[in-house]
């Protein structure tokens, strides 16, 4: 598997925290200036769709689409200040989170502590299930009932990920917590469904009702559908990474198990540098404005090959984890083991 393998040498967590250290940290000025040109042109095209959802929806439907792609970019400052790398200030990283939350319908201190489980776990096999796409290995599969390799299918066929679950995820199942979860967590969640409210409602007077459900419903999907995309071909790819608890290793997981998604510029600003997530995944205090220059100052990082938006599209056809192998697979592989147990 191992287009990666040139970074497997790097194992002493010492060498590449050197690395990083100059970049986790926090630029107010840099930070402040995000907030200004994501937010201010956010705001703006919800003023001007409120004024051509009145003219017409071909008019307001562009703005809308363009309006998710901002709010991929608010999304990325959420998941910044959720990681505290955002502001060095801790409330500062807390009220601009709930307010980044309240946009993408995502409780800030819920969604932060899942996304912990999903730092400290991602490329176990071992612990799996928390912060993921859901993927089993082929093994499992084969043992499993026809009715849990229905669902299987169901939820991982890309119309399901990239249309319905961007929908379910952020408008429904993110207005209940885990009981797993602390109090405070929980409590996030409630808060976060209030404030939703209390802004649907004013937005609702302010367009009308149908207007706000149209227009908020196609920002949140053109953002979530990106946003899964994005998610999934960072640790859905080629030559990606996966062990069992005894063999994981945090370093590996991070330069070989995240992608290095070598995105075109203008892709790459709204999606706020998200894509040298193996470097994010290495050190999670890197905020997203100083990732690039990281990357780019170091041979270690540049050692990852990257994958390209055209080499992504293979992701479509992975499935499952092939242990024996070490590979991503289709459901192609299955006959294949068919065949030779014929």
């Known amino acids: ?15 590449w925290k050197e690395l990083v ?26 003023a001007l769709m ?13 703005l809308a689409v363009l309006a998710g792609f901002f709010l991929i970019r608010v999304f990325i400052i959420f998941h910044d ?5 955002f502001f060095k200030s801790r409330k500062a990283n807390r009220i601009t989170g ?15 502590r899942q996304h912990f489980i999903h730092h400290a776990s991602s490329g176990d096999l071992d612990k799996r299930g928390t912060g993921d796409v859901w993927t089993m ?45 602390g109090e405070r967590e929980r409590a996030s969640v409630h808060w976060m469904n209030l404030a939703i409210v209390v802004m649907g409602v004013a937005l609702g007077l302010l367009l009308g009702f149908k207007a706000y459900l149209l227009v908020q419903m196609t920002v949140v999907l053109v953002a979530g559908s990106a946003g899964i995309w994005l998610f999934y071909v960072q640790h859905q790819f080629e030559d990606v990474y996966w062990e069992r608890t005894e ?29 040298y997530h193996h470097i994010h995944h290495l050190s999670t205090r890197i905020p997203n404005y100083n990732l690039e220059a990281c990357h780019n100052a170091h041979a270690l990082f540049q050692s990852v090959k990257p994958v390209t ?9 992975f499935r499952l984890w092939d242990e024996e192998g070490g590979r991503l697979v289709g459901y192609a592989h299955l006959r294949n083991i068919n065949k030779s147990a014929g």
């Open 247 to 275: 063999a994981w290793d945090h370093t590996a997981a991070a330069l070989q198990g995240s992608s290095f998604y070598k995105l075109p510029r203008i892709l790459q600003w709204f999606s706020g540098n998200i894509g």
């Open 21 to 46: 250290h100059e970049y986790q940290r926090p630029s107010t000025r840099k930070a402040v200036w995000q907030l200004v040109n994501t937010l201010l042109p956010y705001f703006l095209l919800w």
């Open 81 to 85: 200040c959720g990681h505290g790398s």
């Open 309 to 317: 938006l055209l080499s992504s599209l293979k992701s479509f056809k």
């Open 1 to 15: 598997m191992s287009d990666h393998s040139s970074a497997k040498p790097v194992a002493n967590p010492v060498a």
């Open 50 to 62: 409120a004024y051509t959802v009145r003219i017409s929806w071909w008019l307001t439907l562009p």
């Open 137 to 181: 290995t082929v093994q499992e599969y084969l043992a499993a009932s026809r009715w849990k390799k229905f669902t299987y299918r169901v939820a991982r066929n890309p119309v399901m990920l990239f249309v319905v679950a961007p929908l379910l995820l952020f408008v429904v199942l993110q207005r209940f917590p885990s009981r797993e979860l």
């Open 98 to 112: 709930f307010i980044c939350g309240l946009l993408t319908f995502t409780p800030y201190h819920h969604w932060t």
